[in-house]
């Protein structure tokens, strides 16, 4: 098992960036992807971004395309979601998610694809 413990959401003017961080302890995190899920109040949680075991390559759901990015630090055990050009359709529970299965195995963009999860970060933004 894997403990997920995200942080750095908060209220935010629209435009504005914010930067979630998510630190991990306890399985193997470098040989898994991870990823970015959100859910908004009424909403089924839905895919954001995710990330290769490596960090050489990412998924984007269209909705963030070209203002997120999500990258990882392996030395840190710490996946990151840089935000930018927030939008008031952005706020949402943000959760990181550590990918199931086999080291190595490939990234998945449904939640189904996880098998360990974060608390949540609250991100709010204003319009």
């Known amino acids: 098992q894997v403990q997920l413990v995200e942080s750095g959401g908060g209220l935010v003017q629209a435009g504005g960036s914010l930067r979630l961080s998510c630190a991990a302890s306890?399985?193997?995190?470098?040989?898994?992807?991870m990823g970015w899920f959100r859910q908004a109040p009424g909403k089924e949680r839905e895919f954001v971004a995710t990330i290769t075991w490596s960090g050489g390559s990412a998924r984007y759901a269209d909705s963030v395309k070209g203002r997120f990015a999500i990258s990882r630090d392996n030395a840190k055990n710490t996946v990151y979601l840089q935000m930018n050009s927030l939008k008031p359709e952005d706020t949402a529970v943000y959760y990181c998610?550590?990918?199931?299965?086999?080291?190595?195995?490939?990234?998945?963009?449904?939640?189904?694809?996880?098998?360990?999860w974060g608390q949540g970060t609250q991100v709010t933004v204003s319009s």
């Open positions: 998610a550590h990918r199931s299965g086999s080291s190595y195995t490939a990234v998945s963009l449904t939640p189904g694809g996880y098998d360990s």
């Open positions: 306890g399985r193997t995190f470098s040989t898994y992807a």
